[in-house]
């Protein structure tokens, strides 16, 4: 089973607003990663997290702030956004961080977030 | 510094045809992994291969096979007799081992299959 889920599939939230999105693996998986996708863009890197601990920070703005509460959990939150912050973020997780075929990163669905 | 270059922005075909989405890598690392990713309309990416640099060995997979090549440092990807259900934005990436956890996405291909 290589699934990575995410809830909500859609947000809308206004530029006020606090709100999480929330991504879960129940592969063993021990890295998981934040990425915001722009329409017709690739996926940027966000965060990454390798054995619960922040281990990636891409020099993301504080309105955004990652928690991984445990081994299968990943938690976006999000707070004071901005119409350009709209975008599509997708949730990834890949056994370790690095080394043989176990750094293969699988994806969710992603949330498709608009901020008004 | 690691860069992944596909030229192809957008590829039209008709079913049945073959069409390869190439891929041009860049890195100064020794070891390295590139992978290939589709994200169909639906949005969540899909993983369809990772070769490591010490492997240059070809792929096929169904209708799928990969083109490694060191020496031009590109991974082309075909796909044989293609079907509407290839229709998605595929997506070439690398991640270096002295750079673990951070893969560099090409711009994508857009492969459009037409009936």
């Known amino acids: 089973d290589t699934e990575v889920t995410q809830t909500p599939k859609h947000l809308v939230m206004g530029m006020t607003n606090k709100k999480s999105l929330k991504c879960e693996q129940h592969?063993?998986?021990?890295?998981m990663y934040w990425y915001k996708q722009k329409a017709k863009k690739p996926p940027e890197l966000m965060f990454v997290?390798?054995?619960?601990?922040?281990?990636i920070n891409e020099s993301v703005p504080s309105r955004f702030s990652p928690e991984c509460p445990n081994s299968s959990l990943l938690n976006l939150h999000l707070h004071a956004l901005q119409p350009e912050d709209s975008a599509l973020y997708l949730c990834?997780?890949?056994?370790?961080?690095?080394?043989?075929?176990?750094?293969?990163?699988?994806f969710g669905p992603g949330t498709r977030l608009t901020v008004l | 510094a690691q860069k992944v270059t596909q030229a192809q922005t957008e590829i039209s075909v008709v079913e049945k045809e073959d069409v390869t989405l190439d891929c041009v890598y860049e890195?100064?690392?020794?070891?390295?992994?590139l992978f290939w990713y589709k994200q169909p309309p639906s949005g969540e990416l899909v993983f369809l291969i990772r070769?490591?640099?010490?492997?240059?060995q070809n792929e096929i997979s169904g209708r799928y096979s990969w083109n490694f090549q060191k020496s031009t440092s590109s991974f082309n990807f075909t796909i044989t007799a293609s079907q509407v259900v290839d229709s998605a934005v595929y997506f070439c990436?690398?991640?270096?081992?002295?750079?673990?956890?951070?893969?560099?996405f090409g711009d994508g291909t857009t492969l459009t299959v037409k009936p």
């Open positions: 990834a997780s890949s056994q370790v961080l690095a080394g043989d075929s176990g750094d293969t990163q699988y």
């Open positions: 070769r490591n640099s010490f492997d240059e």
């Open positions: 592969m063993g998986h021990r890295a």
């Open positions: 890195t100064r690392d020794t070891t390295y992994y």
């Open positions: 990436a690398l991640s270096e081992n002295n750079n673990a956890g951070k893969s560099t």
């Open positions: 997290y390798s054995y619960e601990k922040l281990s």
